[in-house]
Nanobody, 128 residues
Framework: VQLQASGGGSVQTGGSLRLSCTASGRTFSSYAMGWFRQAPGKEREFVSAINWRDDSTYYRDSVKGRFTISRDNVKKMVYLQMNSLNPEDTAIYYC??????????????????????WGQGTLVTVSS
């Protein structure tokens, strides 16, 4: 399974970015997808996830109302639209997908250490 994230960059506070992730190596439409991030000097943390069955979504509290996750099963892509960015959002963002099809987005949100595949990450820098 390969996950390729893109779309990172540098923006000022209040700006927007859209991250994209393409997946290959298995049936994309049968798995939840998500995003994690790792800020300098901090551990990786859950950001958002989306289920494959009903597109239900989950977010960490600090990004609710600002970030939107979506997926396109035809294109095998998952997106993270990030608005109203602030310096606390500065991090490397990773596209992820659970190793097991039964793992839901809700489970990923509640169990950030659950088994998953990781992409290579894309850097987001927000300046004040």
């Amino acid at each position: 399974v390969q996950l390729q994230a893109s779309g990172g960059g540098s923006v000022q506070t209040g700006g927007s970015l859209r991250l994209s992730c393409t997946a290959s190596g298995r049936t994309f439409s049968s798995y939840a997808m998500g995003w994690f991030r790792q800020a300098p000097g901090k551990e990786r943390e859950f950001v958002s996830a989306i289920n494959w069955r009903d597109d239900s979504t989950y977010y960490r509290d600090s990004v609710k109302g600002r970030f939107t996750i979506s997926r396109d099963n035809v294109k095998k892509m998952v997106y993270l639209q990030m608005n109203s960015l602030n310096p606390e959002d500065t991090a490397i963002y990773y596209c992820v997908s659970p190793t097991r099809a039964v793992t839901t987005a809700q489970y990923m949100a509640a169990n950030p250490r659950s088994d998953k595949y990781w992409g290579q990450g894309t850097l987001v820098t927000v300046s004040s």
